[in-house]
């Protein structure tokens, strides 16, 4: 970091890796190639990824995109400077959006450790100075400029209130890390800028760190929430703080004459090159600079869960063991068959019938099956029980190296099956007009292969 000189005119300086080649040939193949709206005129847009806290190893990889995908769609001209004389208002003007890309903490400062390098009075002057920028930034928003929001931009300023109502929540916390698969919900698909990004789809899969957002000054009576993370359909993680499951990652915001874009998608490398999340970023980023019109009217309250989630963090509430002791293990949220005490015929059943319901649920075995009945009855066999019910089959596309995902839709005598987004199955020959659900480890009198599920949950149709 270079001194203090003259007033005020430090700037910070990072070493941060340069971005290998391999990642930006991934990143040139990916990014889009042509705006989602043309501009109304040129635009020019700020890139600003100063940290005085924890810095982001994937803020070069970042950059570039950002850059690179202003010049493939022309649909704005990229600045990338972390000069704090940018947020003086003159500067500021220059700009139709400012992107604030994963900064940390106070962002106009230097970071606790390089403190001792200034004077006392230096010290205030700099913080004094950050303080106004701040407000500049914020003035400039309420006077019809635009802010987009990368991962970390809510993990910044905690003491400056108007950043954090501007930006529309604060930080607290990554239940989801950087290496958990996460369930990303498309809340409003008709929405303009994810209709742009994710036309046609309910949600999608990542790898990547997911924020939770502090009770204050998060709030869907002020923000239109774009996305949200289904935490039952994401890896089960501990540290989740907010009662009402409500783990929003993308909104708008309308502050004053301004236009506010945040996402928390943005902690990995790859992140960068994903052609959908580019275009997310790419929606954003016109509808901060004015070109793509976008509804800001707060989301409200959301509508109650309709899905009941039939897996637990602990234990099995929902389900009864039969034919064996111990068979089956829960660790995190993921139901295990314990080889160990492994006994022929054990088996789990809910705990009640179901009879028109979707079910969705995933496993993981060595051997392609899903371990699922349903619409079954148990029977007394011996000292014994037995299931008799539709057992849900698999297909060629079930992995044996990694989850797999299934939906059954249960609807009168139809029963349709998908196993990893592709219908693999149809019947209307059924039986039995309700039932139990049972998860069962085949294994014909001997201990079988491991199987594990997660993620079960039920929407109830009747």
């Not at 400056?160 to 930006?167: I, K, L, P, R």
């Not at 060629?396 to 190296?401: G, I, R, V």
């Not at 199955?425 to 079988?448: F, Y």
Request: aromatic share 10%; proline share 5%; charged share 25%.
């Amino acid at each position: 970091m270079s001194q203090l000189i003259a007033e005020i005119d430090w700037k910070p300086t990072f070493n941060d890796k340069p971005v290998p080649a391999d990642q930006q040939e991934s990143i040139r193949k990916a990014v889009p190639q042509e705006p989602i709206v043309e501009p109304d005129e040129d635009r020019k847009v700020l890139v600003f990824s100063a940290t005085s806290g924890f810095r982001h190893g994937s803020i070069p990889t970042g950059k570039l995109a950002l850059e690179l995908m202003g010049e493939s769609t022309g649909a704005y001209e990229a600045v990338v400077s972390d000069d704090p004389a940018n947020f003086e208002p003159d500067a500021l003007d220059e700009f139709d959006a400012v992107i604030l890309l994963n900064p940390t903490q106070n962002f106009f400062m230097p970071n606790n450790k390089q403190k001792g390098e200034f004077s006392k009075e230096e010290w205030q002057q700099l913080q004094q100075r950050h303080k106004r920028l701040v407000d500049n930034l914020i003035k400039y928003l309420n006077d019809g400029g635009g802010i987009v929001g990368i991962h970390a931009a809510t993990d910044a300023c905690y003491g400056h209130a108007e950043y954090g109502e501007a930006m529309g929540g604060y930080f607290a916390g990554h239940p989801w890390g950087g290496g958990n698969n996460v369930t990303i919900v498309v809340e409003d698909p008709d929405h303009a800028i994810n209709k742009a990004a994710f036309d046609g789809l309910e949600d999608f899969q990542l790898r990547e760190e997911i924020y939770q957002f502090s009770e204050k000054p998060y709030s869907r009576n002020n923000l239109r929430i774009l996305l949200n993370l289904d935490p039952e359909r994401s890896d089960p993680v501990g540290g989740k703080k907010r009662m009402d499951d409500d783990y929003a990652v993308s909104w708008v915001h309308q502050v004053g004459d301004g236009r506010l874009f945040y996402s928390s998608i943005g902690h990995n490398h790859h992140i960068y090159w994903n052609p959908m999340i580019l275009k997310h970023y790419l929606a954003g980023i016109q509808f901060a600079t004015g070109d793509l019109e976008a509804d800001t009217t707060p989301s409200g309250n959301p509508k109650p869960k309709i899905w009941k989630p039939l897996s637990a963090w602990k234990g099995l509430p929902n389900w009864s063991e039969e034919n064996g002791t111990n068979a089956f293990k829960v660790n995190r949220g993921i139901i295990a068959y314990n080889l160990q005490n492994a006994k022929a015929n054990a088996f789990l059943a809910s705990n009640q019938e179901y009879g028109n319901f979707i079910l969705e649920f995933q496993v993981k075995a060595k051997t392609p099956r899903s371990g699922v009945q349903i619409r079954a009855e148990t029977k007394n066999y011996g000292m014994n029980k037995r299931i008799n019910g539709y057992a849900i089959k698999s297909g060629d596309n079930f992995s044996k190296d990694r989850w797999n995902s299934y939906r059954i839709e249960a609807k009168g005598s139809t029963i349709q099956t998908w196993l990893n987004g592709k219908l693999i199955d149809e019947t209307n020959k059924i039986s039995h007009a309700k039932g139990l659900i049972c998860l069962q480890a085949e294994h014909n009198g001997k201990p079988g292969g491991a199987i594990e599920w997660r993620s079960i949950r039920i929407n109830v149709l009747d």
